[in-house]
């Protein structure tokens, strides 16, 4: 069964320290890779999200990812975090042929220490 | 431009019960798909509509049941509550089934006593 495992459950990090949080699915088939973001008692706000094209992808609030085809990866990361980026992070594809369910990691805890 | 919206915001219910969420999708989107969200865990796919049928279905059992209506508005009904259907239940909408990146509402909290 495809999957995604995002192998860290917390990631505690200093303030405007870099950060990289991991994530790696199961198929090497065609895929879609987003990575959302959850604050506390909200819903899932889209980061970012690779469909095709350049593997470096840029998102809001300073993120940008990976797609690492070979090592079936797409990290997170950024260089300075912020006491404002305390949230869950998820990961979460789409595999082909359908492309229609999206598959979730158990998600990271981003936790920022001042 | 009009985001997600979803209702209620929370709901308590008793076991046996019956519930119906409500999502609306945002402007120009013609697909919604249903998540549930078990705490302290990553959502888990229900089902999805595109153009008022369901295009496609998690493992979930046939008393989560749902429909989408002609403003692509949709709903989730959930028959005979169970304790383990305590859960966030996300609405996401996007434009198209397949791939696209799905917008998704703040959640409707359920809880089963």
């Known amino acids: 069964a495809q999957s995604v495992t995002q192998l860290d459950s917390q990631v505690p990090v200093f303030e405007e320290a870099p950060v990289e949080l991991r994530c790696n699915y199961s198929?090497?088939?065609?895929?879609?890779l987003f990575w959302y973001v959850q604050y506390p008692n909200q819903g899932l706000q889209l980061l970012l999200k690779?469909?095709?094209?350049s593997t470096l992808v840029k998102g809001i609030n300073g993120f940008e990812a990976e797609f690492n085809k070979s090592q079936t990866s797409f990290h997170l990361r950024k260089p300075s975090v912020h006491i404002s980026d305390t949230a869950e992070y998820f990961c979460?594809?789409?595999?082909?042929?359908?492309?229609?369910?999206?598959?979730w990691g158990a998600g990271t805890k981003l936790i920022i220490k001042p | 431009e009009t985001g997600v919206t979803q209702s209620p915001t929370h709901l308590i219910k008793t076991r046996g019960q019956q519930v119906t969420l409500r999502c609306s999708s945002q402007?120009?989107?013609?697909?919604v798909s249903w998540y549930q969200q078990a705490l302290g865990q990553g959502p888990q796919f229900i089902f999805q509509?595109?153009?008022?049928?369901?295009?496609g279905r998690g493992n979930f059992p046939p008393r989560f049941s749902g429909l989408q209506f002609p403003n692509y508005s949709s709903e989730l009904n959930v028959n005979a509550l169970e304790l383990d259907d305590s859960a966030l239940y996300l609405c996401?909408?996007?434009?198209?089934?397949?791939?696209?990146?799905?917008?998704f509402g703040p959640g409707t909290r359920l809880t089963v006593l």
């Open positions: 996401a909408s996007s434009w198209g089934p397949r791939g696209d990146t799905q917008y």
């Open positions: 402007s120009g989107h013609n697909t």
């Open positions: 509509y595109y153009r008022e049928e369901e295009n």
């Open positions: 198929s090497s088939v065609s895929v879609y």
């Open positions: 690779y469909l095709s094209g």
């Open positions: 979460a594809v789409t595999f082909a042929p359908s492309n229609y369910q999206l598959i």
